[in-house]
């Protein structure tokens, strides 16, 4: 997926985002025409389709845990 807009790159979730859905650490931010979602490992998997077809773009945590 290429966005088509110029935009500031998102940050990568820290140590101190908690997932959305369930306040677990959070690997992934997602982000979407209306603001960003950041979720854990867990459910980033649970929403995998739902990301791919609704994120404008999609980073991952850069911490190995
Ligand atoms: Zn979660």
Known sequence: MTPMLTRT???PPT???RCDRCG???KIR???SGGDL???GHHAR???ET???MAIEV???DSPN
Do not use: K, M
């Open 9 to 11: 790159a998102p940050i």
């Open 15 to 17: 140590g101190a985002d």
């Open 24 to 26: 677990a650490q959070a």
């Open 30 to 32: 997602v982000v979407l």
């Open 38 to 40: 950041v979720f854990c």
């Open 46 to 48: 649970a929403y995998d």
């Open 51 to 53: 990301i791919r077809t």
């Open 59 to 61: 980073v991952e945590s």
